[in-house]
């Protein structure tokens, strides 16, 4: 069903090797303007440190804003490396193969990044701590566990460190290859991470069972993760609109619909940046936003349903504040744009092959698509605390300034940045899945046509 | 290190403050230097602290105050229980009166200025003395000014002068002048009578704000409490503008500014045609009148016409204060327009219909008290004297101004030029605390110290209807933490007439030391010499004698009108004209306004802090186009101000208040180029009786400016919506139960709920009945 | 011991129908408990902090308008949802039926102001400025709070400390009505009560059983310790009709 | 090689984890004890050095026995304990004491006493205070109040620590307050320069807390 070009192995090293081995003329340039801005970045918040949370735009009651819509964000986009790899894996999806490792370090990466913006987000980070390290000898208090803005360091940091092992397990055929093609202190720092690696029968076992067992532990966590950040709204009793019982299952079902998008951006992006075009073909395009459009359409129907269930209890604030997000001006445009990119534009586009296969147009529809997905967590928490209760000395809105416009700017400046960096390091493509795919397939002659096939020895 | 003990002072400060500031680390910033003190004065015990009784003879004068004293510094200010005046009451501003001592714009040298067109530049304070010394040298023709006040600094002034032969002049702005006058006429005596609220069952006041401000907030806040206890009373307000006490009010009228006479002579009407009270009281009313009769025309349906409060309300306030023990009086705006002094004289005269003058719960007139050392006046000196008195000195027949207290170059009128005046005074000698603007036009500018560190004694006003001197007594030290070199305004005129004594200590000394010899029963202290009574009184903050009464029976009703006095309005030739009705708000005319925990008090109706606004009508605002936050132009025949507009729903249309104190030029950090100085745009119409400002007769037009600003407000700005009705204010009715209220409430908003499911019900008859 | 054994239940008593609007409260407050000054950037930005705040409500339509006050500190909830959210135990409910705020244990993650339903926390947007001479009014019993954290009323506890220091010292029983509050003391016209809500015999205790008595939001479950006195609405007549009309 | 190469790169791995642990531990144990450095000396050369050996040491050791609240008067009943004036200490040493001494030149020149003619002038207006270094510090965010514990611990000298050889306290039912300073500050009175002993962070304070049923509510010393 897949059309390719049949490579060679050597063709498959040569070539996704080149982001490792040599350098883009763009990669430079591009390294050193994301690094100015990153740095531009950290900079300002050690500003914001310095002089504490004013340089923002919150108020009160708006306590939560940007750094933590932006939390979300990231957490959401995390959702990308385990969909695409554990469950296609587990489901022994073809097509996943080009893709999983993108999908993987843009989950570590992600979550690096969300890690820190609870950081940016409190009022005294350098006494976090507390909060982070459930150690405290001196006092005797340790972190209050029914707290879940504790949970998610938690949750977080066990799904970083799930990822990263099986990053790292994936990784190691690769690791070899460029072992082999190395010399002096690079041979050496690759030497010690390809653990021995040779390819032998047992070691490919081993490295086969070791990432399907992984993929299968890593589930619960992927569930689990975002559950925990939605908790994080949802005990809320004092803000309308927060506390839905809904909120686990929503967040998720939305992180993947991010995730996935911001998936398909990277691998356009690798597609035009490296010349992948071998490999980073359009029907993986095609593959994914088919699986889009089903997590998409799931999304919409939880969208609708979390609306439904806060209208059900004809509670008046929450009517009022659904009144306000959804007509009131400015939320009312920004619940349109919401609706339009998260789905009533990208979604119909994607119905047709033309669409799928096309990657400019994938590539634009996915960044809209997490646009509105990054509206959505925006509606979610601004709303809700602008309008929260009966007071009426306490109701502020709330205009994020441009202290916090930048450090969302720098976030996903910080991440493209890793990626690069570690592109210098490692293929950003599995060459291994690469090559073993190529020994899997072979065609068929159906009829007149010659159809690719993909051969596979029976489960024992 | 070699340090002297106020450098001590100044450093132990500076450590305590450090370390308490970086609080939130383990680590202080700065290593906490521990002094070994010279001597250990009793209040420098750390950890522990001191009150002590004293009275704020500018800011709250009168009130009975107890200030919080630890390690040298002050820290807090409570209305002191113990005094007859205070009782349990206070005062918002109490509080602000710490930042007036730790002001970091504080005056702390000596300022001359040596040529008329020189710049002010810093001096010794010995040069300064030889300066002040000079200038009121026997044969200089002076006059002091301060402001009004009854206490030993009055009478300071006063005999200053008289040995000098000047005079002695008082200023406030927006004065009760003729409030005074009227209640001259009435009972005979400038001295305020007390009116007992807290011990009246029916309550009607008219344009005096006196919850928020007027004359004695602290005593008549504390009386509201006790209204509202157990009998809960009735309490009507009529003033256009709707202050705190027009929103405590059972009942608000608000009339046509300046018909306030009308709606007295109204309910009067009412009264006697219905012959509520005793005939004997009706006649002892229509005395007053002239021809025994107040004239037709004052049937509420033709009030309700002229004065737009609605005839029903007016029979009903009638009905209600002719029961029980009931009391009615004016001040404030009432009687500032140019009827001033009949509005008040009128409304006062009420209570001899009601039966309520002299008794309890009612008017209750005050003793005549005269005490050696203290001199004064309450009541300020009118426009048309200083009219007068800025005519001398532009003529150049004056040598030497003394002014204290008041800060005359902002809160005059532009039509009385005072800053012309001032440039043609040869020595103009300033006290103050912070800069202000006539300090600013001064030629000799003394660092004065803070009532905190001065010794004084003050007749409250309004006395509580017995004999009380409030003590004023030094709680921290001349050179304590946050001040330098300041001195006192009594001590310095007694160190330029030796005649007058020695000390302001020794001023006060003397005053209980006579209070002492002539102390009968019924003193608040009982001591069995002079030392242990004037500790005693210092114990206390003052001395008072609940038998020393008013033995005036006789009213003196004298009636100055022949007829009755409409108001007159200054005008603009303007289509959009608006009555303006100035108020007082917490930065008290402008001298708290460079006061950073005056200036960020929200108002209570706005919520508004830092800025001046107009309060306007919301519907009229809407027509107009003006929105909250919109800058707005108002312009009087006598100037031109900017302000932000604030609409809401309780300002009558056609008038707008605004609030005066902003736009101070100099004054520090916290007051310079802040809001506009209302004060500077108040027509100089006067009261044609009195010759007092009516500060309420001026017209304004109300101009958009075009543009708009962030309306600095503590109020939120999303539109509230509430979550049941009657929350989160719960109302009762009188042996309702809250519970019964909450449930009554609910059902309204089930009701208000289940639109939805009514809409449903309508189309399927047969369910809906089911249900219900 | 600073603090007896004795269970107390600290509780405040807000007599609505004599609270006059006048602010008195807000800024004895503010002056007791170092709270920080508010400029006008602070007002137009929403992030005015006053521990105590008074509230105005508009009622009717001109003539027959009137503007209500209800004043608001923390509610000291014995059932607080500040309290399960903050992830470092920094506000916690203590013996003495207090939520307390640990300014030293904070991070600042407001992630308990989110959870109240009064809004009566407060964040330190910016260190607060205290020119060097204010310094000296500063309340040596209360922390002076640095920025990033969040602060809320504490029922004036350095008063209660020292309170109950003192009856410990001199080997007595704290009496009803002698530990006040800032914001007591402050009003004139007696609207707020301060005592133990566990003493049957304090004042505070008897008036929380009043007929007018109520608490905020009852529907959040939050069990305030501070208890409102309903208004009391002047017109009779009025009511009486008002009643006929919904028994119906 | 085979075994080798995973060995070093596991071992590599496991040694920046323990070297990590070790370092958080180690910062943990800062916290909770401050080594002298970074400001966190314990002691401190006086601008005059004082000997609280000589005041305070015990008769039998050449000292004079001095009460600690003779000069630390408001310790009993008030939250701190109070650096004596310069006129306490120049009450006695007006008279007593060498004339020669350098400390006590430095502490006559701060209350303003000198000898003219023979005669010794005391002049207030030429006296200055002095400025001590303080040796025990806590952090601004703390209400320690002494005279709680002086109290507490006067009527339960079970739990005063650290108790000099020299106080015979034990089996006693009331003890004076001088005898439980120890608790905190060591044995002062034979330390030749003060030295803070006890490192009075929080979790010692905690501890003791704990041990004599103190209040253990974070609002008992934090508000």
Known sequence: MQQRKSVTQEYTNSVLLNGTLETPKWWPYLVSILSFFVLVGIGLFFVQIYYGLGVTGLSRPVYWGLYITTFVFWVGISHAGIMISAILRLTQAEWRRPVTRAAEILTIFSLLTALVFPLIHAGRTWRIIYWLLPFDFARGIWPNIRSPLFMDPIAIGTYLTGSTLFLFVALIPDLAVLRDRTTGLRKGFYTILAMGWRGNPRQWKMQVVGGILLSALMLPIFVSVHSIVSWDFAVTIGVEGWHSTIFAPYFVIGAVHSGVSAVVTMMALMRWGWGWNDFIRPEHFDALARLLTVVATAWLGFTFLELLFSLYGLDAPEIALREMQIFQYPWNMLFLLFLL???????????????????????????????????????????????????????????????????????????TLLMLLFSKVFPLVPLFEQKESEVFSDSVKIGRANVPTIFREEEE | MKLNRREFLTLSGKSAAGAVLFAACSIPEKELIVQSPVDMPEDLVRGVDQWYATNWSEGAPGDGILVRVMEGRIKKIKGNPDHPITREGSRTIYDTALQVHYNPDRLNTYKVRRSKKGILSNTSEAEANKLIFEATKKNKKIVIVTNPTKSTSGWVSKKFVQSRGGRYLTYDPLDQYNLYDALNDLFGSYDLPIIDISNSENVLSFGADWIGGWISPAHYSSSYGKLRSENRGFFAHVEPRHSITSAAADTWLSPFPGTEAEIALSIANVIINEKLVSDQQISDFLKIFPDGKIEYGYNPSDVEKRTGVSADKIVEIARKISKGKSVVFAGGSTSAYTNGKYNTFVIYALNFLLGSVGKEGGIILNPKVEVDYIDGSNKSNSIKDWQEELAQWRAGYVDTVIIKGVDLVYSMPNSLDVKGALANVENVISFGTSMNETLEASDIIIPETTFFQDWGAEIPNPLPGFKTISLQQPVVTKNSPGTKSTSSYVDKIIELESS???????????????????????????????????????????????????????????????????????????????????FTNYLNNGKLANIPFAQQIPDPITSAAWQTWVEINSHQAEEMGIKEGDIIYLKSDAGEIQCLAYPHPAVQPNTICVPTGQGTLRGGRYSEERGSNLLKILSDKLDPETGSLAWASTKVSVKRAGGNKKFPKFEGTVEAFPIEPGFPILIVAPGETAHEAEKKNHHKYQEKLNLIEKDKNNNHNGISSEKN | MVIENKDRNWGMVIDTDKCTGCNGCVIACQVENNVPLNDQNKFERGRVMSWMRVERYWEGEFPEVKARFIPIPCQHCANAPCEPVCPVYATYHNNEGMNIQVYNRCVGTRYCANGCPYIVRFFNYWEPIWPEEMRNHLNPDVTVRSRGIMEKCSFCIQRIRRGARKAKEENRELEDGEITTACQDACSTQAITFGDLNDPESKVSKLSKDDRSYTLMPHLNTDPNVIYLASIKENKEEFQEEKANSHD | MKVIVPIIGLGGLSTIAILAILFAGLINAWLGQPLPVLGFEQTFDQPINFPHTKHAGPVTEGGLGMDCTYCHRTVENSSSAHVPAVELCASCHRAIGSENSEELKKLRESAGIYSENNQVIVDPKKASPINWKRVHRLPDHVRFVHSAHINYLTNNPGAIKNIPEHLNIYGKENVLSSEVCSTCHGDVANMEQVHQVEPLKMGQCVNCHRENGGPTDCAACHH
């Open chain 1, 341 to 415: 990119t998260g789905f009533i534009i990208p979604v119909p586009m994607w119905l047709f092959k033309r669409v799928r296969t096309n990657i400019a147009l994938m590539f634009w529809s996915s960044i809209m698509v997490n646009i509105g997905m990054w509206l959505e967590r925006f509606l979610i928490i601004v709303p809700g605390l602008s309008r929260k209760t009966p007071f009426v000395f306490t109701w502020e809105s709330y205009t994020p300034s441009w202290f916090e416009w930048y450090i969302l700017f720098w976030s996903f400046c910080w991440v």
């Open chain 2, 500 to 582: 007058l004594g020695s000390s302001a200590k020794s001023l006060v000394k003397k005053i209980f030391d006579n209070e002492f010899n002539d102390s009968d029963n019924g003193g608040s202290v009982k001591a069995g010499d002079k030392g242990g009574f004037l500790n005693g009184v210092q114990q206390r903050g003052g001395f008072w004698n609940i038998k020393q009464t008013s033995d005036q029976k006789t009213p003196r009703l004298k009636n100055p009108f022949k007829h009755s006095i409409e108001n007159t309005f200054s005008t603009t030739n303007d289509s959009n004209e608006f009555h303006l009705i100035p």
